[in-house]
């Protein structure tokens, strides 16, 4: 592993990777942004250890998964409660080693020419900097799916790899079909590896209930879709006066029952179905342009909490009847212009080079199984895309588009050649 970490670092876009890792990381020791999702994990994490509720909101105690909050306990022995030195400390060396990971899975393809290429596209996506640094986990989910494709690429079962990532982040329970498949394809048969995901994630759910007389850990379907799909869905279809006092109604009887988690977890899903069934060709429309706008949004939301911009009004106006979007600074405009239009750029090569992939030879099973996980992912994700939610899989994206890039390069060229003549 060593011989390995040292090629890799002897490449130049390497060593740009680890200065741009290592200089986000000792921005935010000196400068710390506050994350709401970093202190729900937080409160997670203490409330395994306290008999009494720890946070004040709905459903946060549980809505969080378990490996992350569980890592924060790295350092309890040294400050008798879990903390954030430990999660900064894991999620460098994370990020740290995502280059190493992908040297090997280029060598897999026989492609290590491609190298550079893959880390430029890394280097050039800002998120993977903030994410290393900020106390969130999916970094951490993107090497796990690296790891994922790699065992796919050499057969090797995918189990325990998949229930990390999905104790790291629920909305992946959808891999847990990924070992059964691979278990009837004859790739590495072994039950337990098999198994062990659903036995984590059942588990997982029992301790919920006994716990929270709830079975979900997850926000995405109740608290995400409340506050937010259900939000943007009435904003097309009402007044925001209209939606404001809906909300405002509504949340007197969640304050009444905040200590209920099974009167409120129901009493927001109830809310957020009944909406979308009343409107579904517009809740179709927000869904499906929401998950086109994770593959192209700028990042602004992260950039601002990173660099600790002053708070103006979000790209969504999720939490704003009549956001101001023009009033934001000149900075913030240049910032999402730019990398809105790489976004779309990077997204028409992968598309180039998924089609170019097909046209020379048939797609293999790894990278085949790995597109379409990404195709569900994007779909799961709902109406409120964001750049955050494309971190996970960007470094399997790259590897994609760099594979091809020269390929690429070389039939523009060849076109504009043919087109002159």
């Keep these: 592993m060593i011989a390995q970490i040292k090629n890799t670092y002897s490449k130049t876009w390497a060593k740009v990777y680890s200065i741009a890792a290592l200089s986000a990381v000792v921005w935010h020791y000196f400068i710390p942004a506050e994350l709401l999702d970093t202190a729900e994990y937080i409160k997670t994490a203490l409330s395994w250890i306290s008999k009494v509720q720890i946070s004040d909101t709905p459903l946060a105690e549980l809505r969080r998964s378990p490996l992350y909050p569980a890592l924060s306990f790295l350092e309890f022995p040294f400050t008798d409660s879990p903390g954030i030195f430990s999660l900064r400390a894991i999620q460098l060396m994370a990020s740290l080693y995502i280059p190493v990971l992908v040297y ?3 060598q897999v393809l026989n ?4 190298f550079n290429w893959v880390l430029i596209l890394l280097v050039s996506y800002p998120l993977q900097f903030y994410y290393t640094a900020l106390e969130l986990p999916d970094i951490l989910a993107q090497l796990l799916l690296l790891i994922i494709f790699k ?3 050499l057969r090797k079962n995918t189990g325990l790899t998949v229930a990390f990532i999905i104790g790291l982040k629920p909305i992946f329970f959808y891999l847990l079909i990924l070992p059964v498949i691979q278990f009837l394809l004859n790739h590495e048969r072994n039950w337990i590896k098999m198994m062990f995901p659903f036995f984590f994630f059942g588990g997982w759910t029992f301790f919920n209930l ?3 007389q709830l079975p979900t850990y997850t926000s995405m379907g109740t608290t995400n879709s409340y506050y937010y799909n259900r939000k943007l869905l009435l904003h097309q279809v009402m007044n925001p006066e209209v939606v404001d006092s809906v909300y405002s109604v509504e949340s007197e009887f969640i304050k009444k029952n905040i200590h209920v988690n099974r009167v409120v977890d129901s009493f927001m ?3 957020t179905q009944e909406s979308i069934l009343n409107y579904p060709v517009h809740y179709a429309w927000i869904h499906f ?6 593959l192209i949004d700028p990042g ?6 990173f660099w600790n911009w002053p708070k103006s009004s979000g790209f969504l106006g999720v939490n704003d009847g009549n956001p101001q979007k023009q009033k934001r600074p000149i900075y913030e405009w240049v910032y999402m212009a730019i990398f809105a239009l790489i976004g779309l750029l990077k997204i028409m090569l992968l598309v180039a080079s998924t089609f170019l992939l097909s046209k020379k030879k048939p797609i293999d099973s790894a990278t085949f199984i790995v597109l379409m996980a990404f195709g569900c992912y994007l779909l799961l994700l709902g109406p409120v895309g964001a750049a955050r939610y494309l971190l996970p899989w960007y470094s399997i994206i790259s590897i994609i588009v760099g594979l091809n890039t020269v390929e690429l390069f070389k039939s523009w060229r060849k076109y504009e050649n043919t087109s002159a003549q």
Excluded: C, F, N, P
């Design 210 to 212: 006994q716990k929270h």
């Design 289 to 294: 342009k929401g998950s086109l706008q994770t």
């Design 300 to 305: 602004r939301y992260d950039a601002m909490v």
């Design 269 to 271: 899903k109830s809310k």
């Design 111 to 114: 492609a290590e020419k491609q």
């Design 104 to 106: 090997q899975i280029l």
């Design 151 to 153: 065992q796919l690429l």
